[in-house]
């Protein structure tokens, strides 16, 4: 993630901070210690990526 996550943050400053938050969240959804926390982080995950889908389509 780290390459895509630069090269967007180089090419579109803009969305660095959101993608940042998306990374953030995906890289959450490893070593959850029950269920419950895996769904909570699956949803979290979910949401950044929809909040750095929304910003990217102002910007493409």
Do not use: N, W
């Not at 490893?30 to 102002?58: F, Y």
Request: hydrophobic content about 50%.
């Amino acid at each position: 993630m780290t390459a895509p996550l630069t090269t967007l943050s180089v090419l579109a400053p803009a969305l660095a901070r959101v993608a940042q938050d998306a990374a953030t969240a995906a890289y959450r959804l490893r070593g959850v210690e029950s269920a419950q926390a895996l769904v909570a982080a699956r949803e979290a995950s979910i949401a950044a990526c929809e909040r750095l889908t929304r910003e990217a389509s102002k910007h493409f």
